[in-house]
């Protein structure tokens, strides 16, 4: 698992260092990842390619109920996602 932002490997420094640069979406991730656990958010495929291996992409951002409002991706279109919204205003958006 590699880092979209650096490229580096994510590990244990690397990971509470992002945590601690990205509270809010850390708390996004973590909030989505008990969703899932729970069941009451369903994975899917990637919407852009069907792959099965994706990620949560916050296409609305971190407030509220759009913690929720998850897009899944696969690690090859969640980081397109985020370069085509970078090049727009937003920036640092998961
Ligand atoms: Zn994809
Ligand atoms: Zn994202």
Same mark, same amino acid.
């Given at each position: ?18 945590? !601690?640069?990205?509270? =809010? ?8 990842? +008990? #969703?899932?656990? %729970? ?26 109920? !759009?913690?929720?409002? =998850? ?8 980081? +397109? #996602?985020?370069? %085509? ?10």
């Amino acid at each position: 698992m590699r880092c979209l932002t650096c490229k580096r490997a994510t590990n244990q420094e690397h990971t509470t260092r992002w945590r !601690a640069a990205r509270p =809010v979406q850390y708390r996004a991730h973590y909030r989505v990842q +008990a #969703a899932v656990v %729970a069941g009451r958010l369903l994975v899917g495929p990637c919407a852009e390619c069907g792959a099965e291996k994706v990620h949560a992409h916050h296409a609305n951002g971190y407030e509220g109920d !759009a913690v929720f409002d =998850v897009v899944w991706l696969c690690p090859k279109h969640h980081s +397109a #996602a985020h370069k %085509a919204r970078s090049e727009a205003t937003e920036k640092g958006a998961g």
